[in-house]
C-alpha cells in the first residue's frame, strides 16, 4: 500500500471543494473524504483516468459522479505511476516525441498510400459496378444537356463525309479488336461553339463526339479519312473502355471528401486548391491511358502511330494559346504535348 | 481557518451579494495539442473510422483540462463507446442521402426532407448531450431547451426552403424535361419563386440566428443558474445590416483595385503573357482571401460579443470584447500557415483561435459559488440525456 495522495473533491451535489486524500490498494481507488472514517472504494475498471499532458489540470470521473480535481499534475503522475495505473495506448503514443514522429510519418505514408493506390483502385472497382443502364443514361442527360446549351449543333459536313468516317472507325475498331470485345460506343460529329475549338470527348455510355473544326483541322485534303482522326478517336475509346469519365468522379469525390476532412473545417477554399491538382494528376493519367490504348489499337489496325505527331502539330497551330502555363500549377488535366508527342514516336517504332 | 473571518474591520464592503470576477484561463498548447491530433488521425484512419468518438473524447477531454474557471478545469464525462451509436446513426443518415441520389431523385428528395425535419431534434440533442455531460466543480451543465423550441427557433430558415421545394415539385413535375421548349417556359415561370425564397431566407437570416441564440442561451442550465438572454432582432438585424455593407463595402473596393491594379501592372510589366497574368491572379487571390477573412471574423467576432454581452443568468454575468481586428489578423496567419505546412499547422491554429475566443469572455459572479448546489431537476435529467448521443459536436458558440 503505498503513501496517500491529498486531492480536492466535489462531490457531486455541491459546488464546494473538500479535501480528500486518495491510496490505491489491489487495484482498487480508496478515498478518505471529511466525517467518515471508511474509505469509498472504487474499482480501478470504473474510473475515469486523466491521460498525462504537460498543459492542462488532472482530474479523476468517479462512477458515482464525483470528481477527483488534482491540483499539483507532476505529483498525481508519480503517484499514479507507483500505483501502476496504465496510460491508454494513444495517450502513451502522443506522449513521446519519437511516437509522434512515427505517426506523423505513417500518416503521410498512408495519405500518398491512398493516392497512389487505394483511390485509383476503389475508384476502379466502384465503376465496374456501375450497371450499364445507368451509364447509358448518364450519356444521355449530358448530350441532352449540352444540346440544350447550345454547344453540339448540327454538323455542317457533308452526309458522305461523315459516312467515311463511320466506315473506318468501324474498320479500325474491327481489326483492333479481333480477340477481346469491343467497347460499346457510339460516333457523333457535331459543329460546336467556336471557343471548344477542334475537340473530341467520350461519355461513360460510349458516346464519343467529334467537334467539325477536329475533322476538318485534320483532314483539309478531302475526302479520305485522316489517319490522325482515327488515332484522336481510338484515344476516346480507350477512355471508353476504361471507364474513365466514372473513376474520375469517383476519384474528385474521394480527394473531396479526404480534403475536405483534412482541413476542409477550417477552411473551404484552402481545401479546394489542393483537391483540385489532384484530381488533374488522375486526369493526367487517364489521359496517359488512353494514349497507350490508342497506339495499341492503331498499331493492331495497321495505322501508323506517328499520325499522331500530325494531330499534335496541327493543334499547335490552330490553337497557339494551348500548353499553358497551367501545368506549372499542376492543374493540367492533360500531360504537356512533347511528351505525349514523344510517346507516340516511341511507339511507332 | 483564516485569519480574516476573525477580523470583522477588513471583512469586505457590506453587501449580501459581493460581485467578483471568475478568472478564465485557457492553457492548451498547439504543440501538445499537434501530438494529441496526429496520433487521433493515424488511429481513425488505421481503424477506417472506428475511433473517431474515441478521438473526439481524447480531444474534448485535452481541451476542458486547460480550460480553467476560477482554477477549476471543465470535465467532459461522455462514454465513447455510447457516442459511437450516435455516429452510426448519422452515417446512417448521410449515406442513405449520398446513396440514394444514384436510385432516384424522389427517393434523394425524401431523404433530404427527412433529414431536414430531423434537424433540429438531432441538433438539440446534440446540443444536450455535450451539455449534460460536461461538469464543472463535479456539477453537471444541463440543457433546457425543448424540442418544439428548436423547431420554432428553425422554422424562419424552413420556411424559404420550403418555398424552394414547393416550386420545383410544382413547376418541374410531370415537365417532360426531352422537350427543350417546355423545359424553359416551367424554369422561368418557376424563377420568381426561386428568387422569392432567397429574398426570404436574407431577410429572415438575422431573425433565425437570433432565435437560435436565445433558444441556446436560454436553455443553458448550471446548479439552479438559468440562462437569460436579452438581445432582441432589433440586435442581430442591425448586425445584418453592418455586415452586408462590409460586404458590399468589401467587393467595390476589390472590383475597383482590380480595375485600377491590372491596367497598371500591365504598364510596370510590359506584355509579359502569361507571368502577369499568373501573378495578377495571385494577388487577386491574395486580397480576395484576406476579404473572406475579414467577413467571417465579422461575423465570427460580433455574433460571440452581441450573444455573449446579452447573456446572463441569476449570479452570472457574460461579456464579451472580441476584436474583429486580432481575430481577422490571426484566421490570415493561420492560413498562410496551413499553406505552407500543407495542413499541419490546423491543431496550432485550433488552439490559437479558441485561445483568443475564450480570452475576449469574462464572468462575474454574485455571492459565493461554494453555497451552490445541484439541481434536483439537471441530476435526474443528465441520465436521460446519455441516451441521446452526440450528434455533431456542436460548439457552444464560444
Redesign the interface.
Known sequence: MQARLSAQW????????QSCELGWQDGTLLMWVPDATEPRRYASRLV?W??R???????L?LPD???V?LPDSSAWDSWAEAAGIAQPL??R???S?R??AL??V??VA?VLAAWRWAIPWGAQELAGWVPES?QISIGERVM?DL??RGWLLPSELSREARQGIDDAVAQMVRKAYRDTPAPRYQLHIYKAPRWLGPNAFALPSGDIVVTDALVTLLQSDGDSVSSALLGVVAHELGHVRERHGLRLVFEAGAVGVLAGW??GD??A??AGA?ALAVQAGYSRGHERDADAHALRVMKDAGIDPRAMLQFFQALKEAVPERD??AT?FGLATHPVDSERMRFFEDGAR | MSEALTKPQEAPVNNDSPKSQLALAFTASGSEYFRIWVVNLLLIIVTLGFFMPFAKVRRLRYFYANTLIDQQPLAFHGDPWKMLRGYLLMLLLFGGYAVSGYVSPWAALGVFLLLALLWPALWRSSVRFRLHNTSWRGLRFGFAGDTADAYKAMLPLFLPGLIFVAANTWFLSGVDDSDPQAMKEALEAQLPWILLGFVLMAALFPLCLQMIKRYQHQGYRYADQQGQFSAGAGAFYKFGAKFIGLSLVGFICLGVTAAVAVPLLGVVFGNTGMGGAVLIGLLFTVVYVGLLSLLGAYFTARVQNLSWNATRSQALVFSSSLSVASLTALIMKNLLLMIVTLGLYRPFAVVNVMALRLGAVEVEVEGNIDAWRASAALSTEATSGEMAGDFFGIDMGL
Not at chain 1, 466535489?10 to 471543494?17: I, L, R, T, Y
Not at chain 1, 499532458?53 to 482530474?59: A, D, I, K, N, V
Open positions: 466535489f462531490d457531486g451535489v455541491s459546488a464546494q471543494a475515469v486523466p491521460e499532458s504537460r498543459h492542462g489540470l488532472r482530474q470521473l459522479g464525483a470528481v480535481s494513444a495517450a503514443w502522443a506522449m516525441w511516437g509522434v505517426a506523423l505513417l500518416l498512408t445507368v441532352r444540346e440544350q483534412w482541413i477550417y477552411s477554399v484552402l489542393p499553358g502555363d506549372a
